[in-house]
């Protein structure tokens, strides 16, 4: 049986930034505040008319491709994770395959928020350890900013737009992806979600009116739910591995808010220097995240080190991933 190694990470974030000084021109807010409620500092804004997270996925799917060697013929599939798809249909995925080249692959969407990006690398080791497929890309493709109410100074300091891919292949070693938990509670639905668009209260007058094409948060019900349920399946899957926080490595939590990354892994009692966050220069980037801040720091990331990856999102949607590093 195989196991799926991480052969290769990219990623891509647009060159235009929004600080928080040029957002307290927007908006009632100011440095400080933001700072000291989710650290961030500034956030990438995709600008380029007439693109869409399809843009975000295919610059850094081409970075993958080019970096390790692979011919976009070789690719067997796509799995594209986002919440800002280009349209409801059809799949962002789709649209990613046929601009990079990839006319061998099949390509879908999922839909997991924040937590898209694990739960498309566990179906991509699904894949790669049947043996259904050989090589298959992750890419996760966010333009957040979408989205995002710039009137709203509770949410719209929060998130940036970014993508993030990984290629995955079949190996005989104990690397790659080891294990994985996943949970998902459909309470989470009123705390978190973007209430217009979809069939249940489809695109009007009404509801472009009433601003229900942006996202709605209740912060503190997320905050609570993010620290208890990241820290918990982080725990979960040390526990399933005979790991302890002392023999792992490296700590890469969803980039959401800086107090939720200090909160899991303080009371996980994770070593700061463990602990691997980029979110102040980029901000939330929902799915891209992990990606994003995992190949910032991959060349301190040495090749046999035990990393645990976690992340939370709407839905209430959530998990935790046992990655053996391989590059």
């Known amino acids: 049986m195989f196991n799926a190694r991480i052969a290769g990470i990219a990623s891509y974030a647009p060159d235009d930034i929004l600080d928080n000084e040029m957002l307290s ?27 869409g997270s399809s843009y975000l996925g295919i610059q850094a799917v081409n970075k993958l491709l080019e970096s390790t060697g692979t011919k976009p013929e070789e690719v067997d599939l796509l799995i594209c994770a986002t919440s800002n798809p280009d349209y409801r249909f059809p799949s962002t995925g789709s649209i990613i395959a046929h601009n990079c080249g990839l006319k061998s692959a099949y390509a879908y969407d999922i839909q997991a928020a924040c937590a898209g990006f694990l739960v498309a690398l566990q179906d ?12 298959v890309v992750v890419v996760a493709a966010e333009k957040m900013s979408s989205m995002v109410d710039y009137t709203d100074r509770k949410t719209c300091p929060l998130f940036g737009d970014a993508s993030g891919a990984m290629l995955i292949e079949p190996t005989t070693e104990n690397v790659g992806i080891i294990d994985g938990v996943f949970h998902i509670d459909g309470e989470g639905l009123e705390h978190l979600l973007m209430k217009g668009g979809g069939s249940v209260h489809p695109a009007t007058h009404a509801t472009v009116d009433a601003n229900e094409h942006y996202i709605f948060q209740d912060g503190r019900s997320v905050y609570k739910h993010a620290v208890t349920n990241m820290l918990e399946s982080s725990l979960d899957v040390a526990r399933r591995n005979n790991l302890t926080m002392e023999t792992v490595d490296w700590f890469i939590p969803h980039q959401a808010n800086m107090r939720i990354i200090e909160a899991v892994a303080d009371r996980a009692g994770i070593a700061q220097e463990k602990v691997l966050v980029n979110i102040e220069h980029y901000g939330n980037t929902s799915a891209a995240s992990i990606p994003l801040c995992i190949d910032e720091y991959k060349a301190q990331i040495k090749k046999g ?22 590059l």
Not at 125 to 133: E, F, I, L, P, T
């Open 25 to 51: 021109k927007m908006v009632d807010t100011n440095d400080e505040w933001i700072m000291t409620r989710v650290g961030i500092k500034e956030r990438r804004i995709l600008k380029k008319e007439e693109t």
């Open 305 to 326: 080190d035990r990393m645990i990856l976690t992340a939370f999102g709407a839905g209430f949607t959530w998990g935790a991933m046992y990655v053996i590093w391989d």
């Open 124 to 135: 991509a080791a699904g894949y790669v350890r049947s043996g259904m497929r050989k090589k």
